[in-house]
Every structure is written in C-alpha cells, then in structure tokens.
Nanobody, 124 residues
Framework: QVQLVESGGGLVQAGGSLRLSCAASGRLLSTYAMGWFRQAPGKEREFVATISWSGGSTLYADSVKGRFTISRDNAKKTVTLQMSTLKPEDTALYHC?????????????????WGQGTQVTVSS
C-alpha cells in the first residue's frame, strides 16, 4: 500500500509563490511516475504536472507552463511542485498522485494512488 501526504498549501496574493510537497510512504515509489492534479469548486479534476520515475521527463498543463516546476527526490520519496507567478485561477485543492507506469502521463486514470490534497488559495 502507498500513502501520499501533501503539504505546503496556503493563502497567497496574486503574483506570489508557493512550494507544495508530497511525501510518500509504503511501497517503493522510485519506479512510479508522479503527478500533480487540482480541483476547483464546481469543476472537474485537472492535470497540472507530471514527472517520470527518473525525473528525466516532465509534462505540464498549458495553463501552468513556465510558472510551475515539478521535481522529485527518490531517495527521500518526495515530489515537489514549485509554483510562481500565481493567479487567482490557480485556486484549487491540489492532489499528488502516483502511477505504476514509469513514464510521465497526464491521464488521470493511469494513477492508482492519490493523496487527500492541500488547498491553494490565490487572492487578487
């Protein structure tokens, strides 16, 4: 079993930055691709960023490209999402997820394990 716990969310003004972290426990995750997804009230969950098992490949949603950076430390079993130049439309509950496939993927159905999420609120 895999457990994922997110942290680092909070309230920030537009233009500010936040750093989200995802700590994994349980089964070895070094061969898993990892991803960040978000869900705003009344909206469907959407892809934000993903990283391959090695960290050598990343993908981003167009809406965050150039502003967000995903990274991972397999030795520490952590995945980080560095968010900058935040906008009010980035407000959402952010979830970390793990996919048993090695490749970075934006497909929600490829992820087997999900964290409870951390809230990010960006004020205008």
């Amino acid at each position: 079993q895999v457990q994922l716990v997110e942290s680092g969310g909070g309230l920030v003004q537009a233009g500010g930055s936040l750093r989200l972290s995802c700590a994994a426990s349980g089964r070895l995750l070094s061969t898993y691709a990892m991803g960040w997804f978000r869900q705003a009230p009344g909206k469907e969950r959407e892809f934000v960023a993903t990283i391959s098992w090695s960290g050598g490949s990343t993908l981003y949603a167009d809406s965050v490209k150039g502003r967000f950076t995903i990274s991972r430390d397999n030795a520490k079993k952590t995945v980080t999402l560095q968010m900058s130049t935040l906008k009010p439309e980035d407000t959402a509950l952010y979830h970390c997820a793990a996919s048993p496939g090695a490749r970075a993927t934006p497909q929600t159905d490829q992820y087997d394990y999900w964290g409870q999420g951390t809230q990010v609120t960006v004020s205008s």
